[in-house]
């Protein structure tokens, strides 16, 4: 069961980014975020979808503070964590974790993954060399992975195996919300069940908020407790999975509906 408080909310905002290239008839700027709110609560999934480009990426970014919002807030436990202090700063770091779709890019390739995992724990300062040792075995157990993983290169295990490693770097500092933003869209299609369930059996046994991002409705339909459509930059339908497959009220949803095949 979800917390009805939620531990993160977006109110009303807004990303308008540099354009990347400067043609002649295209715009200097593009507006990726355009007033979004949403709200993450612990214990619930809450699925992003829309077409490449509508801003999905962007909108991860502004929830894990890697991108600062144009306009509007962040908060993070009742608190705007943009007016934060580095206090505050620090928790929201802990709290809020990112798992990206590629893990071979993501994750260093000169690391052992004993390292990978062990990273988050020596950078915020947690426990003694023993207790981390000692976390990230558990870290491993959580993701379904042996121990003879902790001294391999990324490189040296599955694409699949490779997610784990990231979903486990992303759990080492125990957060409130997980943002996965496509994250089964570069694995072999034979694994991308085993790391959705993977996520949301971790959402429901460690009690997480996981925002799920996808392109792919039926994708997002299979974690999802809530979806929120987004399109050009706006979230034009949101409810539950049942409210939103069963009685679209937005005309795009419909157009996503029906062109959906089931591509898990
Ligand atoms: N750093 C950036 N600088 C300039 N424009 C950007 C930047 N990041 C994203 N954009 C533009 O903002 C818009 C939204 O991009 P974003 O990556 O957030 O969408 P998306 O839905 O995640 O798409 P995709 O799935 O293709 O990544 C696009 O037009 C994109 O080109």
Do not use: W
């Amino acid at each position: 069961m979800s917390d009805d408080t939620p531990v993160l909310e977006l109110k009303d905002v807004h990303v308008v980014h540099k354009a990347r290239t400067g043609k002649l008839f295209r715009p200097d700027r593009v507006h990726a975020v355009a007033g979004v709110d949403m709200a993450v609560r612990r214990g619930e999934t809450i699925g992003i979808v829309g077409e490449s480009g509508c801003g999905k990426s962007t909108l991860a970014k502004v929830m894990v503070g890697l991108q600062a919002p144009t306009s509007g807030d962040v908060v993070f436990n009742g608190r705007s964590v943009l007016k934060r202090n580095a206090r505050t700063r620090k928790e929201f770091g802990r709290a809020i974790s990112i798992v990206f779709q590629d893990p071979s890019t993501a994750l260093n390739g000169r690391m052992l993954v004993r390292d990978i995992l062990r990273d988050p724990l020596d950078v915020h300062g947690i426990g003694s060399p023993r207790d981390r040792e000692k976390r990230v075995s558990e870290l491993l157990d959580l993701v379904g992975l042996p121990q003879s993983a902790l001294d391999v290169l990324p490189s040296q295990v599955s694409g699949g195996q490779r997610q784990r490693v990231a979903i486990a770097r992303a759990l080492a500092l125990e957060p409130d919300v997980i943002v996965a933003d496509e994250p089964t869209s570069a694995l072999d299609v034979s694994v991308r069940a085993q790391v959705l369930n993977l996520l949301t059996d971790l959402k429901a046994r460690l009690n997480l908020g996981l925002v799920f991002i996808s392109h792919d409705i039926q994708t997002v339909r299979y974690v999802s407790d809530r979806i929120a459509v987004m399109y050009f930059g706006k979230v034009v339908e949101e409810g539950t999975a049942e409210e939103v497959f069963d009685r679209p009220t937005n005309d795009y949803t419909r157009t996503l509906l029906g062109a959906a095949p089931t591509l898990l």
